[in-house]
């Protein structure tokens, strides 16, 4: 039987956080004025709305959510509250995953105690620390299946890489990549895609020992692509680069959601997931984040190469059941099939850029102006 907002109960809740960078609307450089932009803002959203590690960037996070249409429209709301809190301060909001333009290194970091203790301990790498990401939740209570749902989800990291790759460009120039934003992340240490776990048991070993060596500062900051909140009773899916768009956001969180509840399927079957090799499977991560959905794709089980344009249905044949459980197969292959034909958040950028020539003009297109206007 379905609940009051009209999912079964095998369908979790989801949630996101986004991560945005504020400019300035002259010169389009990332300001610090993410303490001014968080106080004003919170007026509206509370604890909805944070800081980061870095003073150039902000943080929103949903409430839990059951479907779509909720999850957009939460993300609406914040993004609305959160650049009007920038407008009234002299900035601007754009959901990149990089910097586009100016000389923003050494970022100024955040004075809470856990980001100077970041500083002390990682030094160089969070001066360069000026990426932005979307993060999905997903209700997993079971933290013993939560493990286990990990395991399955890293065969379907690239795809996830690929369609939400938003940062070619960085500090003024084409890195080349779709997603530059993953290339400055894997550099800290314990990121990129989780190890396969045999249980919770062996999860909870392994990160005791990076917090007792120092590796990590504690369990909060844990790195991977796919990790167990420490917070909430989730599953947390960190590979994606902040969409240009809330629909973006919402159809990334829907996909998640659709891989951990097949995930959740197989796990009862008693599948504890595919060893991938490591070396392929970061491989094939780098190859997603270098192309996106252009050029060919790696297969992380065999190595081999195939079109791009076939990740996004091979990702509906596995997840069909899924989305089609939680009322979300309509919409979904509805913006997959846009996704398609307008490309990512990448693709928009360089189309951008290539008729108008200025990276200003590029951050004029990703300026949030309302959460209604995407990179056209």
């Not at 809190?85 to 004075?111: K, N, Q």
């Not at 951008?352 to 949030?368: I, K, P, Q, T, Y």
Request: with cysteine; glycine share 8%.
């Amino acid at each position: 039987m379905a609940d009051s907002s009209g999912l079964r109960p095998s369908v979790p809740l989801m949630g996101v956080e986004e991560e945005h960078f504020l400019v300035d609307p002259l010169t389009r450089e990332v300001v610090p004025y993410a303490g001014d932009v968080v106080r004003k803002a919170a007026e509206d959203l509370g604890d909805l709305v944070s800081g980061e590690l870095g003073r150039y960037q902000v943080e929103t996070k949903t409430p839990p959510c059951a479907s779509f249409g909720e999850l957009h429209g939460e993300l609406r709301r914040l993004r609305t509250a959160v650049e009007a809190a920038a407008v009234a301060v002299g900035a601007r909001t754009a959901a990149v995953g990089a910097v586009p333009l100016g000389t923003p290194i050494p970022m100024p970091v955040s004075d809470e105690p856990r980001c100077v203790e970041q500083l002390r301990d990682y030094r160089g790498l969070v001066d360069e620390h000026v990426i932005c990401a979307a993060h999905v939740h997903v209700g997993v209570p079971d933290r013993e299946r939560a493990v286990l749902v990990s395991n399955h989800l890293r065969r379907w990291l690239p795809h996830l890489i690929a369609l939400s790759a938003n940062s070619p460009f960085f500090c003024g120039r084409d890195t080349g990549y779709a997603g530059w934003r993953r290339m400055m992340w894997q550099r800290w240490p314990v990121s990129g895609p989780p190890p396969h776990l045999s249980s919770y048991d062996a999860y909870e070993r392994l990160l005791t020992a990076l917090v007792d060596s120092g590796t990590l500062p504690d369990r909060r900051t844990l790195f991977w692509d796919i990790r167990l909140s420490s917070r909430y009773p989730t599953i947390e899916v960190r590979a994606a680069d902040v969409p240009v768009t809330a629909e973006e956001s919402a159809l990334l969180a829907a996909l998640v959601r659709a891989l951990t509840v097949t995930a959740l399927r197989a796990v009862e079957r008693g599948d504890t997931g595919p060893g991938l090799s490591a070396e392929l499977l970061r491989a094939a991560c780098w190859r997603a984040a270098r192309d996106g959905l252009r050029g060919e794709a790696m297969d992380p089980c065999t190595g081999r190469l195939s079109p791009a344009d076939g990740l996004l249905p091979s990702l509906l044949r596995h997840i069909g059941p899924a989305l089609e459980e939680a009322g979300d197969r309509e919409t979904v292959v509805a913006l997959l099939h846009r996704l398609t034909a307008t490309g990512t958040g990448a693709d928009r950028q360089r189309a951008v850029h290539a008729r108008r020539g200025s990276l200003h003009d590029v951050v004029d297109a990703l300026v949030a102006r309302s959460p209604t206007v995407g990179l056209r």
